[in-house]
């Protein structure tokens, strides 16, 4: 059992190894930070949108702009999309749980706002669906997916495509550079003296 065990750990170390050279995603990263820094510099926000695990990881990096991340620091609008039950179950019940999205982000989302969708596959269709709305409002769209983009890489701006197809693998780096890009705009807002 041990031996499994660090094989997991091993095969995560790994891929996040291989990130340090993957320019396309340090490049992507790097953009979405100084989209996100504009982006509230101009009063706007940053939604979130997932599914099962990607929906959690939504929310984990939603609450660190909305409450703080290393230090004290005024809360930046940030809100992870699936939050409301009630909503979330009513949309789905009387339209499509395709839509449960796209929806909120017309009622919420403003020019120059930033949506960032988390899908492994890259084929959450309520996920793409969100970005087409958002892409028409003029906002931002970043795509955080495993290899290959799925279906989404063909409707957001930025892709952070993860290279693997090993789902918690994916996640585990989706968190990684969640919390950096997190990370790096608290700084860039807040400097400390």
Not at 73 to 86: D, G
């Amino acid at each position: 059992m041990i031996d499994f065990i660090k094989s997991k750990i091993q095969t995560s170390v790994d891929l996040k190894t291989s990130l340090l050279s993957n320019q396309a995603i340090l490049k992507a990263v790097e953009q979405v930070v100084n989209d996100i820094v504009s982006s509230y510099q101009q009063d706007g926000k940053v939604l979130w949108c997932g599914n099962g695990g990607s929906a959690a990881d939504s929310q984990h990096l939603a609450a660190e702009l909305s409450g703080r991340f290393y230090y004290d620091r005024p809360p930046l609008n940030s809100e992870a999309l699936h939050v409301n039950t009630s909503y979330i179950t009513a949309v789905a019940n009387d339209y499509s749980y395709d839509v449960i999205y796209s929806r909120l982000v017309k009622a919420m989302g403003r020019k120059g706002d930033v949506l960032i969708g988390l899908s492994t596959s890259g084929n959450s269709t309520n996920v793409i669906k969100a970005f087409d709305e958002a892409n028409a409002l003029g906002m931002i769209t970043v795509g955080m997916t495993g290899e290959t983009g799925g279906k989404m890489k063909d409707h957001c701006k930025y892709l952070i495509n993860i290279p693997s197809k090993d789902t918690p693998r994916i996640q585990e780096c989706h968190m990684l550079l969640g919390h950096t890009i997190c990370e790096l705009v608290e700084m860039k807002l807040f400097p400390k003296a």
